[in-house]
């Protein structure tokens, strides 16, 4: 059974870094795509960032280019979203999902049908 598992948000000012986890287990194959999405309250669910693990291609949402970046450890079987230059825009429940294939775009929401849960992500300003 595929599973993620995501962590590591939390509260910081504007200004400040996070790091999200996403582990992932149940499966041995590589050629699947990670994609971080985000919700804020009263807005829909959007992609943020995600990774070809297979290849190492990437995707940035163009709001977190230049900020945030995306990498893979195949060691411990989870992905990254390193998240700089937070802003209180960012403020998000952010949660991680899985897709097979190797193409990283689109990102879309629909295409994901393995999620693990959210982690809160509050930028104070």
């Known amino acids: 059974e595929v599973q993620l598992q995501a962590s590591g948000g939390g509260l910081v000012q504007a200004g400040g870094s996070l790091r999200l986890s996403c582990k992932v287990s149940g499966f041995r194959f590589d050629d699947y795509v990670i994609g971080w999405f985000r919700q804020a309250p009263g807005k829909e669910r959007e992609a943020v960032s995600g990774l070809s693990v297979a290849d190492g291609r990437t995707y940035f949402t163009d709001s977190v280019k230049g900020r945030f970046s995306i990498s893979n450890d195949n060691t411990r079987n989870t992905v990254y979203l390193q998240m700089n230059s937070l802003k209180p825009e960012d403020t998000a429940v952010y949660s991680c999902?899985?897709?097979?294939?190797?193409?990283?775009?689109?990102?879309?929401?629909?295409?994901?049908?393995?999620w693990g849960q959210g982690t809160l992500v509050t930028v104070s300003s």
């Open positions: 999902a899985l897709r097979w294939g190797t193409a990283i775009t689109p990102i879309l929401v629909t295409d994901f049908y393995h």
